[in-house]
């Protein structure tokens, strides 16, 4: 069944961006024409995407008025503890709106078409992407064992074997994968709410349930943490997309 239905993780507070996280959300910095956040709808929908749901927390004004401008297509969900829960507290707080099979990207992301594509068109009904190694800093490494994932980190020391790759923040959720980490993330919240989806809920789950990845060669794609990412952004990963795109 094609799924019809994409998560925007949008509630952090973009503190390492500094003034500019003070100012607006970060999928709302704008490399051309648009908000970033903006241009990946776009791709999305002509993905066939039709309904777009964006969890919200900081400055959520800002994705409240982007809905407006695409009716029928966005629904804001807001997280009245973004700023003190993780992402995966965010991906709870959408639960009632999710019973199919889902895309969940992050915000502050700018990436080829190629990706959604090469997520949607892969052959089990999970799959977390992964990309070749940019050295773009903040990099999250994935550990693989066949074709499922293991283990994640930021730092390399704390994996047992060489990265396969590391992520780029699209993946396809399976209900059957979602319930999996609802549950997880249901038993860690009594003890803190600051929990991530992919460090924590998938490499839980991926210990007894199959987490599938892919690894694009050559994509181009980066986050947007920090200043040095908005940089490299805006002078070398956004231009060649651009160009791929066209």
């Keep these: 069944m094609a799924v019809t239905t994409a998560v925007i993780l949008a509630a952090g507070m973009g503190t390492r ?29 002509a993905c066939n995407i039709q309904r777009i749901i964006i969890i919200t927390g900081h400055l959520s004004e800002f994705y409240q008025q982007l809905q407006k401008r695409y009716p029928q297509k966005i629904f804001t969900v807001h997280n009245p503890e973004y700023a003190q829960s993780g992402s995966m507290y965010s991906l709870h707080c959408a639960h009632h709106w999710l019973d199919d099979d889902f895309l969940l990207l992050e915000s502050d992301l700018i990436y080829e078409k190629r990706a959604l594509e090469i997520v949607l068109n892969f052959p089990k009904d999970n799959v ?8 773009a800093g903040d990099e999250v490494y994935v550990e693989t064992n066949g074709t499922t994932i293991v283990a994640m980190s930021k730092n390399l020391s704390q994996l047992s074997q060489a990265p396969s790759g590391e992520l780029v923040g699209i993946s396809l959720i399976s209900q059957a994968l979602f319930q999996q980490m609802l549950q997880y993330a249901k038993n860690s919240f009594h003890s803190t709410l600051k929990i991530d ?34 940089s490299r952004a805006k002078n070398q990963i956004y231009p060649a997309i651009l160009r791929q795109d066209r």
């Excluded at 789950?205 to 908005?230: G, K």
Aim: hydrophobic content about 45%; aromatic content about 12%.
């Design 17 to 45: 961006l500094k003034e500019f996280g003070k100012l607006a959300p970060k999928g709302f910095l704008q490399l051309g024409n648009i908000p970033i956040v903006e241009e990946s709808i776009i791709k999305l929908l």
């Design 197 to 230: 989806y992919e460090t924590d809920a998938l490499v839980r789950v991926a210990q007894i349930y199959p987490v599938y990845y892919t690894v694009a060669s050559n994509l181009l794609w980066t986050e947007i943490d920090d200043e040095y990412h908005l």
């Design 128 to 135: 977390i992407l992964l990309s070749e190694p940019t050295n």
